[in-house]
């Protein structure tokens, strides 16, 4: 099927080229991230990545089938070239820093925390999980399966996922807590003149 | 699975809630609304809301928005950036095109040259503002005629289209307000644009409709076949932000928030509803005449006070009386039939 957007892109629309921007970023960062668990070095990769795409628009294949997979595979080989460079730089070994070595996910939530009072707390709640309740954690949120997914995958109830879950969101919870409390302003009393319609599954 | 209010949510509550995921990551409509309306209903839920993303943006890895919009304003610079001095070093560019890629440059050259003569003879009609015809369907049927271009119109009862007599503009311009599908004759040296309040189709390829809720709401665009563009403008119509359609997407513009989604979408869900399933959001009366209407072939007349409806209600395999009775309490009217149609007092 003619993919309209994409060849736009190619052909120039700058409209075009920001609005796929927008609505892949978040995609592409979190893949990025969990590859190398580092916020800038992710950022700067898919600048780098964007920017190669306008460039080389003339020369990039119209008729590719799954654009995002393609640019995900473009943006894996911009972070080893980068992770490369870094290497040489602080002169590790290129093994070491190859994105093979993926982290694992309770090391990137770590990392994804900027201030180091947040990372201690979090750090901390984590070690209160159990490596199920991470796991599913880490389908659920990041992976972001549906709770019936994820049920069928690991052989287990609906109603069992579903407690896991809501018991480590619990414990993760508390720790949030913590490091946002200040931000907690006084909660009104809430009319309950209005009934709102709910549907909850 | 978790029978507590809304309003008594926890942080953990949110999380674990499907509807608020959805809104959050914009992936389904009707929880996209039922979230937004929640909380600006309820202001006091906002800083658990809040915090609530801010722990979804942590356990999915995502960045905040601005932290996002920065990146974003980053990447807008570096690719003017690389424009200019491309065009300083476009020579060096040029050998290494295909035979077709350089026959387009001729071709855009062709076109750039074709505009300027069709500039000049717009800029020479300056101010004679083309007239418009203008068709208002105040029936209870949908309207089909076809425009001079052999594009055809279904237009929707309580709509109207103005459209140019003949169609000898660089684009052929329709302005719509209601609802409408268009089958459009292709034409791509005239592309084809609808005006609809704050969306602006542009026609790539063939057929698509154009919904529009007036008590405020929501329009959407659904595309059934080829491909469409469809730009949002804010009030001041400049150009925002562009989205494109494939078949079987379509896109929903909440003119409140200035919100818009595109999501997968089929004619299967028009069909589910018309066989009672029936969901009323922000309806006004027009709009709960018409899918009563169509559901159950009954007409509604409104000879009540009540002129300003905002009705909201889910049915699934409801009778007529059952939702009859059910917009009597809401609105708080009284019903009397008359043969096939119902008077509302």
Same mark, same amino acid.
Request: net charge positive; charged share 40%; no cysteine.
């Given at each position: 099927m003619e993919n309209s957007q994409w060849l736009s892109i190619l052909e120039g629309d700058k409209e075009a080229f920001l609005a796929f921007y927008r609505e892949h970023y978040q995609r592409l960062y979190s893949y990025c991230f969990s590859l190398c668990g580092n916020k800038e070095l992710t950022k700067d990769c898919i600048q780098e990545l964007f920017l190669e795409l306008w460039k080389s628009r003339h020369t990039v294949?119209?008729?590719?089938?799954?654009e995002l997979s393609y640019l995900m595979t473009w943006l894996r080989r911009i972070l080893s070239r980068q992770m490369i460079l870094i290497a040489k730089k602080n002169s590790y070994t290129p093994d070491s820093a190859s994105p093979e070595n993926e982290p694992s996910y309770e090391e990137l939530l770590i990392r994804h925390q900027d201030d180091e009072g947040k990372k201690r707390k979090l750090h901390s709640a984590l070690l209160q999980l159990t490596p199920n309740q991470l796991n599913i954690i880490k389908q659920r949120f990041?992976?972001?399966?549906?709770f019936q997914e994820i049920a069928e995958e690991n052989g287990l109830a609906r109603q069992t996922v579903y407690n896991v879950v809501y018991k480590a969101l619990i414990i993760l919870k508390q720790a949030f807590e913590e490091f946002t #409390?200040?931000? #907690?302003?006084l909660v009104l009393p809430v009319s309950i003149m209005i009934t709102p319609q709910f549907s909850i599954t | 699975m978790n029978s507590k209010n809304p309003i008594d949510y926890e942080i953990h509550d949110f999380l674990i809630d499907d509807s608020f995921i959805n809104y959050y990551f914009k992936k389904n409509m009707d929880d996209y609304n039922l979230w937004a309306e929640t909380l600006s209903r309820n202001p006091g839920l906002k800083p658990k809301a809040d915090q609530a993303v801010e722990l979804l943006q942590m356990l999915s890895l995502s960045i905040p928005d601005d932290e996002f919009r920065k990146e974003l304003q980053k990447l807008e610079e570096s690719i003017s950036k690389a424009d200019h001095s491309k065009r300083i070093g476009d020579l060096d560019i040029l050998? $290494? $095109?295909t035979n077709r890629r350089r026959k387009l440059t001729y071709f855009l050259v062709a076109a750039s040259i074709l505009i300027i003569g069709i500039g000049y003879v717009v800029f020479k009609d300056w101010g004679k503002k083309p007239s418009l015809l203008s068709v208002t369907n105040n029936n209870e049927k949908p309207l089909e005629f076809e425009l001079t271009d052999g594009t055809s119109v279904k237009l929707e009862p309580h709509s109207s289209l103005q459209y140019p007599?003949?169609?000898?503009?660089k684009e052929r311009k329709v302005y719509l307000e209601g609802e409408a599908s268009f089958h459009v004759k292709r034409d791509t040296h005239h592309p084809f644009k609808v005006f609809a309040g704050d969306l602006v189709a542009t026609v790539l390829g063939t057929i698509f409709k154009i919904e529009k809720n007036p008590a405020d709401s929501t329009e959407s665009i659904e595309l059934l076949s080829g491909s469409l563009k469809v730009d949002v403008n804010d009030a001041e119509n400049v150009q925002r932000r562009t989205i494109y359609l494939k078949p079987k997407e379509r896109i929903i513009y909440k003119h409140s928030t200035g919100d818009f989604f595109k999501e997968t979408w089929s004619r299967d869900t028009l069909v589910n509803r018309t066989a009672n399933d029936l969901v009323f959001k922000n309806a006004d009366f027009a709009t709960v005449a018409r899918k009563i209407k169509e559901v159950y072939g009954i007409t509604l007349i409104n000879q009540s006070r009540k002129k300003n409806w905002n009705y909201n209600a889910e049915f699934s395999n409801a009778e007529f009386k059952e939702v009859l009775e059910n917009i009597c309490i809401t609105e708080g009217i009284r019903s009397f039939t008359e043969k096939d149609s119902v008077v509302l007092r």
């Open positions: 294949n119209p008729e590719v089938r799954n990041f992976e972001k399966k549906s #409390l200040i931000f #907690l302003p | 050998p $290494r $095109r007599g003949d169609f000898n503009e």
